[in-house]
């Protein structure tokens, strides 16, 4: 349950200000690292694919939601940024 959590949020946060692309190197660490944790602790095989298919997964899922909130983000601001007027153009075209 802690790899998936830790690899949600990393994830998450490549999400917030990167291209999908930079899951290809995330998952060649995340693999590199969870085979040699599994070899370390002397786990099955079929632990280790287990685990490497959660790290898998959650990075997956946190990217997602990262680029949801960056999103969300984006639309909000852009929506604020609409409904209030610059005073700089006011200023710069008095009414006659």
Partial sequence: MAVLLVSFLVGAVLGQGFK?????PAFAIALVVTIGAGVA???TVWSIVLTSA???IGLQL???FGISVRLV???ALARLHVALPSAST??????R
């Fill in 73 to 75: 983000l984006v639309a």
């Fill in 54 to 56: 959660t790290v898998a």
């Fill in 62 to 64: 946190g990217y997602l």
């Fill in 20 to 24: 999908v692309l930079v899951l290809v």
């Fill in 41 to 43: 602790h002397v786990d």
């Fill in 90 to 95: 006011s200023a710069r075209h008095p009414t």
